[in-house]
Structure formats: structure tokens, C-alpha cells
């Protein structure tokens, strides 16, 4: 799914201390997490969502993960965009 490298290449953060780069990819990885389930609950029907939601409560989220690779495919390229996506707001953000 998400990877440290990612982060750390997509918000370009490789000469920034280790410390503050720890801790921006902790916040921004929950981020990417919580606006890809979101965007992929949506395209879900109610009895995916349910057992989606189970296997997470039960602590099963390697299981979870290969079912949602099964039903998107295309679930790299949805985490690429939204931690692009998320890059865009941080630079627009803060070159104001």
C-alpha cells in the first residue's frame, strides 16, 4: 500500500532532519490511509462495508488489504493520488 518512500519522495522531504521527517510521514501516512478508505467505502456496497469494518475491528487489515486490492486493482495508483493530492495542499499552503 503506502510506503515510507513515497512520502518521503512524493512531499520531497529527504534533506529535512530524520526526526521532523518521522513525524511529518507518521501524520501525513494517516491521512493518505483515512482519505483512501473513504474515497473507497464510498464505491463500496453496505455488506462490503460491513465485512471491510470487521476484519479491521478483528485486527485482520493484511486480510483487509488483499480484499481491497481485489476489488480496486488500481488501489497503488488511488494512494499515489491522494498523497498527491496532499502534497498540492501542503505547498499551497504554506507558499501563501
Not at 20 to 36: N, P, Q, S, W, Y
Request: aromatic share 6%; glycine share 2%; net charge negative.
Amino acid at each position: 500500500m503506502i510506503s515510507k518512500e513515497t512520502i518521503i519522495q512524493e512531499l520531497k522531504l529527504e534533506n529535512i532532519p530524520n526526526e521532523e521527517k518521522f513525524e511529518i510521514m507518521d501524520k501525513t501516512a494517516g491521512i493518505v490511509l483515512d482519505r483512501v478508505l473513504l474515497r473507497l467505502m464510498n464505491e463500496l456496497n453496505e455488506s462490503e462495508v460491513i465485512e471491510l469494518n470487521e476484519l479491521i475491528e478483528n485486527g485482520k487489515q493484511d486480510e483487509a488489504a488483499i480484499n481491497l486490492y481485489q476489488k480496486f486493482p488500481n488501489l497503488d495508483e488511488i494512494f499515489d493520488e491522494e498523497i498527491k493530492k496532499i502534497r498540492e495542499e501542503l505547498v499551497k499552503k504554506y507558499a501563501e
